[in-house]
C-alpha cells in the first residue's frame, strides 16, 4: 500500500559555533579532560557527547560509552523537538549540526549491543536508519 501523506520536512539542529571550537580544541589537545569541559561548558551539544562516547567504547569503557551516548541522544532529542521535529521523519546526516545526535545514536546502539540489550541496540539501529540511511552508512565506515 502506498502512503498518500507527504514525509515531514527534514529537519536541521541549528548551528553552535562556540561549542564547536571548543570542541575543536579538544580534539586538537587529544585529552580525555578537554572533552569532558567541553560537554560541561555545553551539555546541550550532543556533538560533545557523542565524541566522549566514542573515546570510551574505543577504550573498551561499554558503560560509560553508553551513558555519554545516552546523555546526547536526549539532549538531541530535547533540541530536535525545539526544531520542529515531531518524533518522526528525516534528520539528515549532510546537515553538520544532525550529526552529534547520529553520532550518539549510533554509539548508544553499539554500546547496547554490547551490553546484552538486544532490544534497544537494534531500536537504535532502526531509528538512525529512519533518520537517514546514510548517517549509518557513514559511521559504520568510519
Not at 559555533?17 to 585529552?31: F, K, R, T, W
Not at 520542529?84 to 550529526?99: A, C, F, L, Q, T
Not at 551490553?115 to 546514510?134: H, V
Amino acid at each position: 500500500m502506498q502512503n498518500l501523506l507527504p514525509e515531514p520536512p527534514a529537519t536541521l539542529l541549528p548551528e553552535n559555533v562556540e561549542a564547536d571550537a571548543a570542541l575543536g580544541a579538544a580534539e586538537q589537545s587529544g585529552g580525555e579532560e578537554a572533552y569532558a569541559e567541553a560537554a560541561a561548558r555545553f551539555p546541550t551539544h550532543s556533538a560533545a557527547w557523542a565524541a566522549l562516547a566514542t573515546r570510551a567504547l574505543d577504550a573498551g569503557q561499554v558503560v560509560a560509552a553508553y551513558a555519554y551516548a545516552r546523555t546526547g541522544y536526549h539532549r538531541g532529542l530535547d533540541q530536535l523537538r525545539r526544531s520542529g521535529w515531531k518524533g518522526h521523519g528525516p534528520v539528515p546526516w549532510s546537515h553538520r549540526p544532525n550529526r552529534g545526535f547520529l553520532r550518539c545514536l549510533y554509539v548508544l546502539s553499539r554500546a547496547a549491543g554490547e551490553i546484552g540489550e538486544a532490544d534497544e541496540a537494534a531500536r537504535c539501529a532502526q531509528f538512525l536508519r529512519d533518520c537517514d540511511p546514510a548517517a549509518g552508512d557513514a559511521l559504520a565506515g568510519s
